[in-house]
């Protein structure tokens, strides 16, 4: 099974600020078929980034995604005060029943 | 607006039975591959099941597999997952999710707003 680890665990960072995630997988992801997620907290996620680089529909463009086969980056370009919260990736390019979840980044305000 | 709506959560003995429900909204139901997502308490998220538009075909985590049954009623725009042979380990907030397409391969885009389970004696 295809293990995605997220780094770092938590990222202290000022409204503003570009921030940078990391998805590292443990076998290449087949046709970049990974997503990003945000969750905040006591909401459900939700998706922001799909095929590793494709904006979910109503996602703000200070929000991408790219990387291709084990090693995947998402960035907030400016962080504004709502985009503090628990991001997500996944993958979903594996046959059943592997479709994994990184352990997830939190990004807080410093 | 596209909605999904989950219930049917509460608190069961370790060995009992739930049955979730998510009623969905908004969308043309059978044309899209529905799922289960769970959350426990303070941890990440982890994959239930998924199952295809028609019904034809589902998919299981392997925790949970022949413990838990996905089934679709189209007719009633209606996702269920029955969920046998609880364990503490199951308590967790469960998410209904609809994929983008209706397949195994494809990413979750809208989330109802969870359910809680929890397994405890």
């Known amino acids: 099974e295809i293990v995605l680890t997220q780094s770092p665990g938590t990222l202290s960072l000022s409204p503003g600020e570009r921030a940078t995630l990391s998805c590292r997988a443990s076998?290449?992801?087949?046709?970049?078929?990974l997503a990003w997620y945000q969750q905040k907290p006591g909401q459900a996620p939700r998706l922001l980034i799909y095929g590793a680089s494709s904006r979910a529909t109503g996602i703000a463009d200070r929000f991408s995604g790219s990387g291709t086969g084990t090693d995947f980056t998402l960035t907030i370009s400016g962080l504004e005060p709502e985009d503090f919260a628990v991001y997500y990736c996944?993958?979903?390019?594996?046959?059943?029943?592997?479709?994994?979840f990184g352990q997830g980044t939190k990004v807080e305000i410093k | 607006e596209v909605q999904l709506v989950e219930s049917g959560g509460g608190s069961v003995q370790p060995g009992g039975s739930l049955r979730l429900s998510c009623a969905a909204s908004e969308f043309t139901f059978s044309n899209y591959a529905m799922g289960w997502v769970r959350q426990a308490p303070g941890k990440g998220l982890d994959w239930v099941s998924i199952i295809t538009g028609s019904g034809g075909t589902t998919y299981y985590a392997d925790s949970v597999k022949g413990r838990f049954t996905i089934s679709r009623d189209n007719s009633k725009n209606t996702l269920y997952v029955q969920m046998n042979s609880l364990r503490a380990e199951d308590t967790a907030v469960y998410y209904c999710a609809k994929l983008t397409a209706n397949g195994w391969y494809y990413p979750f885009d809208i989330w109802g707003q969870g359910t809680m389970v929890t397994v405890s004696s």
């Open positions: 996944q993958q979903y390019g594996r046959p059943p029943p592997s479709r994994t």
């Open positions: 076998q290449s992801v087949s046709s970049s078929q």
